[in-house]
Structure formats: structure tokens, C-alpha cells
């Protein structure tokens, strides 16, 4: 069942709050971008949380996504994310309705995304899908092929390589947690200092994310915090 309207706001800003405090407790940079995960939830939802300052919203499932996006198409500044798994039958509708996509995980995907963009948009904002885990089934870039393979995407021209994205399994412990995400952010790190530029790291969602915020996120995937279970 949905959310009423009053519900979904007092969810929203009780993780907005949550967010700025664990960043103010971690003495972080910046405050962590929110992308609020839409994904199964109605048009409407997102309507309110646009209504409430939120921009960015993220989507699992291509369908269901472009429904919303052509339902809502008249919020010229809102920025969709595609946070799935993408296979190669989902790459052109990708490339045409999404700012950013997170889980590129293969070279022979990103060369999609990069011709099939067309050319009137800017360029498609990436992150690159890392495995730490070593769990093929959930897709990913293992750290040791990451290093060729962002520098290849990075020369892409309609693409735009912001950074690295993950999804660990669950672990029972904040610190667990947290050594974990900062696998990932020494990884960036490493790619900035061979020459790359990338400023995003899109881990974190709500079951884990004061570790990422703890670690270096600069983007939080939250979705059940603010829109309650999946429908």
C-alpha cells in the first residue's frame, strides 16, 4: 500500500535530517547527494517529492520507469537515474530518458550508451559498477580489471565517467560496513591520481547508510526509508 502524502514528506525530511547529521558527525566535506529510489512506486510519490525540492530520482525497472518519466515529462529540471542491472536490449532507452545510469559494468555496455546518445543532450552521466565482493550475480567490475576499463570509458564522447558505484552484501556491523565502502573510495582514489577526474560515489542505501556517508559517499541510494516497502 502507498504511502499517503503527509507520510511520504515526513519520511523525506526525517532522512534528509538523518543524512546532515551522520555528514556533521563524520566532520564530511559536503552533504551526500540524496537520490530518492522510485522504483515501483507511482508518479504521483514522486510528484510530491518534487514538489518538496527532490530532483533526483532513481529506477530499477525500464518499463515502470519510462511510464513515470513520460507521466511526469513537463518537470523539465527533474533528473532520472537508472540504478538496475542494464543489458544490452536496454541500452538505447537508456541513453535516450536518463541523466545518469550506475551500474555500467562492462565495456561493450558503455559503447552502447555512448552511440546511442543522441546527440541534442548532454553528455550521459556513468558510474562504474564495482564487485567487492566477487558476486557475479549481482554484476560488477572486479578492482583489478577497473583501471583499464574506466580509462577506456573515460575517452567515450557522449559519455561523462563521474565515478564508482556498488552494492555489497549485507554485513552485521557499522564498522564491516564501513571498511567495505572505503574499499571503494581507495579505488577512486587511485583513478584520480592516474589522471581521471571522477567526483561521485554512489554507495549507500538504508540499511547501511551512515557507513557509506562514514566512508566518503557523495550519493545515497535510499528508497523504503522514504517511500516504504516495495510495492
Known amino acids: 500500500m502507498s504511502l499517503n502524502s503527509e507520510q511520504l514528506l515526513r519520511n523525506y525530511q526525517q532522512v534528509l535530517e538523518r543524512i546532515d547529521n551522520i555528514a556533521d558527525k563524520n566532520n564530511h566535506t559536503g552533504t551526500p547527494q540524496l537520490l530518492a529510489v522510485s522504483k515501483t512506486k507511482p508518479a504521483h510519490m514522486v ?17 515502470d520507469a519510462i511510464e513515470k518519466i513520460t507521466a511526469l515529462s513537463e518537470l523539465g529540471d527533474i ?26 559494468d562492462r565495456l561493450k555496455i558503455a ?35 577497473l583501471p583499464a576499463i574506466a580509462t577506456k570509458i573515460a575517452k567515450l564522447p557522449h559519455l561523462k565517467l563521474r565515478g564508482l558505484m556498488c552494492i555489497p552484501k549485507a554485513r552485521d556491523s557499522l564498522k564491516l560496513q564501513t571498511q567495505c565502502f572505503k574499499q571503494l573510495t581507495a579505488l577512486q582514489d587511485e583513478l584520480n591520481t592516474s589522471g581521471l577526474s571522477l567526483d561521485t560515489l554512489s554507495m ?21 526509508d522514504i517511500f516504504g516497502a516495495r510495492d
Not at 552511440?115 to 567487492?132: A, M, S, W
Request: charge should be neutral.
Open 111 to 145: 559503447r552502447r550508451l555512448n552511440e546511442q546518445r543522441p546527440g541534442n543532450l548532454p553528455p550521459l552521466n556513468i558510474c562504474l559498477q564495482v564487485d567487492l565482493d566477487n558476486e557475479p550475480q549481482k554484476g560488477g567490475i572486479t578492482p583489478s580489471e
Open 204 to 224: 549507500g542505501m538504508s540499511k547501511d547508510l551512515d557507513a557509506a556517508i562514514a566512508a566518503g559517499s557523495t550519493m545515497l541510494r535510499i528508497g523504503s
Open 47 to 63: 510528484e510530491s517529492l518534487y514538489k518538496a525540492g527532490q530532483r533526483d530520482f532513481g529506477e530499477n525497472y525500464l518499463q
Open 79 to 104: 533528473r532520472w537515474h537508472f540504478i538496475g542491472q542494464i543489458q544490452s536490449n536496454k541500452t538505447n532507452t537508456i541513453a535516450q530518458h536518463f541523466a545518469w545510469a550506475h551500474s555500467v
